[in-house]
């Protein structure tokens, strides 16, 4: 059950009309890419995907699942929305009145066991494995976790572990946190322990029907087997917009930090027809991921650039995410920014420079115009055109 309905407020103009998930990322992915392609790489081809804020580009993407090959009569993928009951009608609450609301989605299956996750993680993960030590343990639910710099520690739900693995204290965003040791957001359960705890925490009037917040401390204080499971790979949260964009960054290079192109575990996407790209007689491109449809007259560096974006000559782009659909015009220069899609940077316009003294990555949202000769300050986050500057 995949986790996709939020609004991911943290990303600002990337997520006004898209759901979280949704956002493009690595030249020809969007965020759930990574999730799904986990599933199907795992032998999972039973899927719910739990939809909310803005689902309509999402559910277009998803479709019937044949992208990640889980277009199949029996299971597959689904796209799970709130809807109308006879007794009542209501919103997601929390992540686990979203799964609880879904009982009898699951239900229809008789699984033994059920793997929850999130749809804006980045990383590449073996749930199979999981499993097996989660039934290896004998465990009622197993987390999968990952170490992380002790400053960041109070971000994440935090696992206190015996030298086995075996959770005696879960402390959600703890102020001190006793151990490196953080959630993922990835929960596996065995079906019936998870039935029993969604159905109590759903007749608690005080509950916040939240897993990190309700379901996975009421399980520890019952006594319930929980084992962390450790994870080494490379995983980022891709919930803010820094992190959006290191993320980007972490793509790039001779021996990236991620690499997508991994063939012994392939990121399967759904990706529209486009022409290869194109490069003029003057372009540059240096150290920079390009997608096809891409016409490239200008100065590329360190940048991420999607389908069908377009730099004409004389313009610059260095240390930036260009979306699909997306102009900058001559002599523009774009440094440290996010530029969603189809957006147009008009002549000599100057977006997200000064890295001396920056105060963030800036950016653009969906469908702007940022006129010629206009700048847009360090960390500013547009979702509505500016006007050009006269000549």
Not at 27 to 50: E, H, M, P, Q, W
Not at 257 to 272: E, G, L, M, Q, Y
Request: glycine letters at 8%; hydrophobic letters at 40%; one cysteine or more.
């Amino acid at each position: 059950m995949l986790l996709a309905g939020g609004q991911g407020s943290r990303l600002y103009a990337l997520t006004n009309t898209i759901a979280k998930p949704a956002v493009p990322f690595g030249a020809k992915y969007r965020i759930i890419d990574f999730t799904l392609s986990n599933c199907v790489n795992s032998g999972i081809d039973t899927v719910g995907v739990l939809t909310q804020y803005q689902p309509l580009i999402l559910n277009e993407y998803i479709g019937n699942g044949q992208p990640w090959d889980l277009d199949r009569n029996f299971g597959g993928v689904h796209v799970l929305s709130p809807y109308q009951k006879k007794a009542k009608s209501a919103w997601y609450e929390g992540t686990a009145n979203a799964i609880y609301q879904n009982l009898n989605f699951i239900k229809m299956y008789n699984p033994e066991y059920i793997l929850i996750l999130s749809g804006d993680h980045i990383y590449k993960m073996d749930y199979a494995k999981m499993l097996k030590a989660h039934v290896d343990n004998g465990a009622d639910c197993t987390i999968a976790a990952i170490n992380v710099p002790i400053k960041e520690a109070s971000r994440f739900g935090i696992l206190n572990t015996d030298k086995n693995g075996l959770i005696y204290e879960f402390e959600e965003k703890p102020k001190q946190p006793k151990s490196t040791l953080a959630s993922m957001g990835v929960y596996m359960f065995t079906a019936e322990k998870l039935y029993k705890y969604l159905e109590e925490d759903e007749n608690d009037p005080d509950s916040s029907k939240d897993f990190g917040k309700n379901i996975l401390p009421n399980m520890l204080r019952s006594g319930e087997k929980m084992y962390a499971y450790l994870f080494e790979g490379y995983w980022k949260d891709v919930g803010t917009i820094n992190s959006l964009w290191e993320a980007n960054m972490d793509l790039l290079g001779n021996n990236p930090a991620f690499d997508v192109a991994d063939p012994t575990w392939k990121i399967h996407s759904r990706n529209p027809l486009a022409p290869p790209e194109y490069l003029g007689e003057k372009a540059v491109i240096q150290n920079s991921m390009v997608a096809l449809g891409c016409e490239i007259y200008g100065h590329v560096e360190n940048s991420v650039l999607s389908i069908n974006a377009i730099v004409e000559e004389g313009a610059v782009v260095k240390d930036s995410v260009i979306m699909s659909g997306t102009i900058i015009k001559k002599g523009a220069v774009i440094e440290y920014s996010i530029i969603d899609e189809s957006v147009i940077v008009e002549e000599n316009a100057k977006v997200g420079i000064n890295k001396a003294n920056a105060k963030g990555i800036t950016v653009l949202g969906r469908g702007v115009t940022i006129g010629k000769g206009a700048i847009v300050a360090d960390g500013a986050v547009i979702d509505k055109n500016i006007e050009g500057v006269e000549d």
